[in-house]
């Protein structure tokens, strides 16, 4: 029927006929292309967004202050007294500067600090030589005992930043279960538990396993500080105060060695720096075993002049004496 009626329509009718059906098809072809450039556009524009909003998070995330620290470790430092109990303290609010904690150092207990970093073999070292020893100075309240936890070794873990979560976990006990931070620190540092460098270090579940042996809980407070490295901030600020501003609380004029001497000391115009580890302080000055001599002995010659300035009795003195020389 179409055909017929095609036949009977005229020459120019057929013209016609043909440019509106051209006319009709131009028409639908521009609205099929403006659909696909609105579809493009659209889809340039969700994607732009997309961009944007991932380019905020980070940029978020980037600029966001650092949280708090652990409590109990305003300075950088858990502090251990008699009976290795960590000595109670606020935290360390964003923003906020280490403080040194105020010492008299002309009076016992004798103020020891170590930084340490729980991946630096000499801290393992250090810890399994000096250790036993030390704890039983500090459980009888001879020893104040501070213990700044640093990342300084972070690159010899492969990329897990087994330094960090160590010292991670170290801060998460000393603020929510403060009475098994001093094991904990041992532990960490026993060559039982210290991995190598160049290697992973223990997990983060093999960490809270050595928290858990060393007599803490594994509550759900304690797995999120560890899962969410609460406190990796805070450990790399330790590090950088410690590298860059320079060692907290010092004697006046007290010099650290330059690295790897026995002898040569660091400008005394410009800031202390840690160079090494471990670092240990005895009553605001360096202890160094090359040039001071075993540990115990460093803390008895240290105490028996202490007890001498304050007057102290000569059988008290005579004992100090005679145990330096077996320490020795």
Known sequence: MANE???RLTKNARRSQAREQARAAREKE?????????FLQGGVVLGV???LAVVALIVTQTMKPAGPGPENMASGGAIFEQD?????GPALKPGEERVAPAVDREQLPLDVAIYVDYMCPACGAFEQQ??????NYVGSGDVKLQVYPINFLDAQSLGSRYSTRAANLFSCVVEQQPDAAFELHKRLLSAEVQPAEQTEGLSDDELLEQAEAAGADL????RECVKDREFADFISGNTKAATETGILGLAEGAQLLMPRSAT?????????RLVSTPLVIVNGEQWDAGRDGPLEAHLLKVRGEIEEQNGDSSEGGSADSEDAEQAE
């Open 219 to 222: 509550t759900p407070e304690l």
């Open 30 to 38: 521009k609205k099929r292309e403006k659909r696909n450039r609105l």
């Open 5 to 7: 009626t095609n036949d």
């Open 49 to 51: 967004l997309a961009v």
């Open 84 to 88: 290795l109990k960590v000595v109670e």
């Open 130 to 135: 000096n250790g036993t020893m030390l704890e």
């Open 264 to 272: 040569e000391l660091q400008p005394a115009d410009g800031p202390q």
